[in-house]
């Protein structure tokens, strides 16, 4: 039966409660958009499985991190772990989930961008965008992939990643390879934030929509900053003794998957928060825009054009082609929202 190790430091309370608490933000997130996916009347798509798998993910890799403090070691030191807990040796069983939050680290963030760009795909249906989203999932999936093999095969054989007693084994620089991981996934990230915000920018919307639209697609710059305080945190890491100078690493990046669900599921939380002048909530989903079509208003937008001025406000149009070629479903905001698109 492994060793339990008492929660005795600020750093570790931390570091659980830290866990708890940001993967808690996350579950409540994912439960807000499949809840606005209903009230929207809408299918899961392929961009909520997604997410909905990364929230999974999201709490394997807390469970794993929880069980590096209290099995681990983690937040103690090496020679602390064998003089006085007598367990030998002091950092095997630590870097075996060291090893296996790297791989869900990774994974993690790999569904949560790839939910993020496919949602975008839906939205801005352009084709020149939706390659550049596609290719830019393809790009990350790939870099995921080399990291994920190269945190598997940095040390040969693998079990000389924890066992040092192994004759013949060498490891590689395994801080510089988290050092690329991490490197990558900013790059990624702002690739992914900044995509959507130039042809958000060129609708003319109402003020407090476009408002909203930006800023939620923003919001996602808050884990590139935890991303740099990462790399640089990485760049002064000690292997040596690795149960303690890893918690605050750990600490740090818990913030970054975490907050990519989070702040990944704010552009589709409109229906929660849209109500018709009845205090009724509106059966809204998302904004859809799509590339060159036909310039004719759709059959419910006929219909709606026949009626009065007020019947047309509170009318729910389906779908509607504006005159600048543009083509804009409506899935979440009113029909008065959208006006026209800045060629």
């Not at 830019?136 to 940095?154: D, H, R």
Request: glycine letters at 6%; proline letters at 4%.
């Amino acid at each position: 039966m492994a060793f339990i190790f008492p929660l005795e430091t600020g750093p570790q309370y931390l570091f659980v409660i830290w866990s708890v608490l940001f993967t808690a933000m996350a579950i409540v997130a994912v439960g807000l958009r499949l809840l606005a996916r209903r009230i929207a009347d809408r299918k899961l798509g392929s961009d909520d499985i997604l997410m909905v798998l990364s929230c999974i993910v999201l709490m394997a890799y807390q469970v794993v991190s929880i069980l590096a403090v209290v099995v681990g070691g983690m937040g103690y030191h090496v020679d602390e772990i064998a003089n006085r807990f007598g367990v030998l040796p002091p950092s095997e069983i630590f870097t075996k989930y060291l090893l296996a939050m790297q791989i869900l680290w990774c994974f993690n963030l790999t569904l949560t961008k790839a939910a993020i760009l496919t949602l975008y795909t839906k939205i801005f249906t352009m084709r020149p965008f939706v390659i550049v989203a596609k290719m830019t999932i393809v790009v990350t999936a790939f870099c995921t992939t080399i990291m994920i093999v190269g945190s598997m095969s940095v040390c040969q054989p693998v079990a000389y990643y924890w066992d040092k007693t192994i004759l013949g084994g060498t490891c590689g620089d395994y801080p510089a390879l988290w050092t690329a991981n991490a490197g990558i996934s900013i790059a990624t990230s702002v690739v992914t934030l900044v995509l959507p915000i130039p042809h958000v920018w060129k609708l003319q919307l109402e003020r407090n929509i476009k408002i909203f639209l930006i800023v939620a697609f923003s919001l996602g710059f808050l884990t590139c900053i935890a991303g740099a305080v990462y790399i640089s945190m990485i760049a002064s890491y000690d292997p040596s003794d690795s149960t303690y100078n890893a918690l605050p690493l750990m600490l740090v990046a818990f913030v970054e998957p975490a907050m990519g669900i989070a702040l990944g599921c704010v552009p589709v939380l409109r229906p929660l928060f849209r109500r018709d002048h009845y205090g009724n909530r509106r059966h809204t989903g998302a904004l859809k825009l799509s590339g060159p079509e036909s310039s004719e208003v759709s059959a419910s937008c006929l219909h709606a054009k026949n009626n009065s001025l007020e019947a047309l406000g509170q009318h729910e149009l389906s779908a509607i082609t504006v005159k600048t070629s543009w083509t804009v479903q409506h899935h979440g905001w009113d029909s008065k929202s959208v006006i026209s698109s800045k060629e």
